[in-house]
């Protein structure tokens, strides 16, 4: 019996091509089968949902996603919520470049210790690390203190309940995940080229804007897309740092299916939630391809 099985899995010696992508395909199909049930039939099912007009789900009709798109109110929590996304790439890049910079120069056992240090904050909850940031915005929080021991205010600045703290706490939030896809990619760069570029006489800057750079392109999209995906969709630091003065998708969403119970009209945000993000993640991989010299 258990040959029987190995025959059926493993293709014999010499094997046409053909058979043995036969029994790939084989392989793969309890994960297409995952895939269809837990994801693709949601999705349907949502798409489904967002094309009626009622809760009881018996009238059918564009009138949701009319309401949705004619409201210029819910039109700008759209654009909110990209830029919001947009913002917090921006700001996790300047960040995490000189961090993989200090990665990329630093001995074996400094960059084991400086991983170990990026990954720790994945291994709390993101609703601790989030209901953290409250303690270091908050007016008397740590910022403050030290603005104002500093000289540098003589009054608390407001940073809860805006979007300057809100982008502060989710870049350090999903700093992770930009991170470890552009350590992964700048710890391969062959440190021949960067000697090559200094013996040549380019600066540090140079060397960094001219190789570094365009070769850690790979890691830098990998890592944005994660950002750009992770705090769109961040409900709870939106609604825990935002709280009710900043309004995104995910907080309507919420409002729509738990509190008003309006079902089609969660399902139209829901949507276009998923597209926003997808338009995101395609424009990062078109910039990707303009810029990764190794495209071209």
């Known amino acids: 019996m258990a040959a029987t099985t190995a025959d059926a899995v493993v293709p014999p010696v010499g094997a046409p091509a053909e058979a043995k992508e036969r029994i790939e395909w084989r392989l793969a199909t309890p994960l297409a089968f995952a895939y269809m049930a837990f994801f693709a039939a949601p999705l349907l099912l949502l798409f489904w949902v967002s094309f009626h007009e009622d809760n009881e789900l018996t009238r059918m009709g564009p009138g949701q996603w009319i309401r949705f798109l004619s409201d210029p109110f819910y039109v700008g929590v759209v654009w909110q919520t990209i830029l919001l996304g947009i913002a917090t790439v921006l700001a996790a890049t300047l960040l995490s470049y000189p961090l993989a910079l200090v990665f990329y120069a630093a001995s074996p056992l400094a960059r084991k210790l400086l991983l170990f240090i990026i990954v720790l904050p994945l291994l709390t909850s993101v609703v601790v690390r ?167």
């Open 130 to 296: 989030t209901f953290a940031w409250i303690a270091i915005l908050s007016r008397e929080g740590v910022i403050n203190n030290t603005l104002i021991a500093l000289g540098i205010t003589t009054a608390p600045v407001p940073l809860l309940q805006t979007q300057y703290g809100l982008i502060i706490a989710l870049m350090q939030i999903e700093m992770p995940l930009m991170l470890l896809p552009l350590l992964a990619v700048v710890q391969g760069i062959d440190r021949s080229l960067v000697e090559a570029s200094r013996s040549l006489g380019a600066s540090h800057w140079r060397t960094f804007f001219r190789v570094l750079l365009p070769l850690s392109v790979p890691g830098w999209i990998a890592g944005a897309t994660l950002v750009f995906a992770s705090s769109t969709t961040a409900f709870i630091s939106q609604s825990v740092i935002g709280g009710g003065r900043l309004v995104y998708l995910p907080s309507v969403i919420w409002q729509q299916a738990m509190v008003i119970s309006d079902w089609p009209f969660a399902a139209v945000a829901s949507v276009m939630l998923l597209i926003s993000v997808l338009t995101g993640i395609l424009a990062l991989g078109a910039i990707g391809r303009l810029i990764d010299p190794r495209s071209k």
